[in-house]
């Protein structure tokens, strides 16, 4: 299994920046993806940015301009750097890890999306 651990939400005002981060803990092969999400009530959970194993990166015509992501492999760290923030960047942020658990010699192999708990960013003056 692997676990994930968000940290860095937190109250803002407009225009204001913040910085994410999740760790990826846990039994770890190997980690393909690592992304984030974002969902307000009543609303589906949409993508904001994600980086794979290979250094692309995808992101939300949302967040393009104001938002990074990037990973540190070595400590299976993924952030989120927001800048200009808007209070429709209101939400609770969540990781994503698109993780391998085991080794296929160990009976593993299979890749699985793996989700935190998510963090509060609140944009409001």
Known sequence: QVQLVESGGGLVQPGGSLRLS????GSIFRINAMGWYRQVPGKQREL???RHSGGST???????????????NAKNTVYLQMNSLKPEDT???YCTADA?????????????????QGTQVTVSS
């Open 48 to 50: 904001v940015a994600a």
């Open 22 to 25: 999740c760790v990826a803990s």
């Open 58 to 72: 995808n992101y939300a015509d949302s967040g393009k301009g104001r938002f990074t992501i990037s990973r540190d």
């Open 100 to 116: 391998i658990s085991l080794p296929p010699w160990r009976g593993g192999g299979r890749n699985y999306t793996y989700w935190g």
């Open 91 to 93: 939400a609770v942020y």
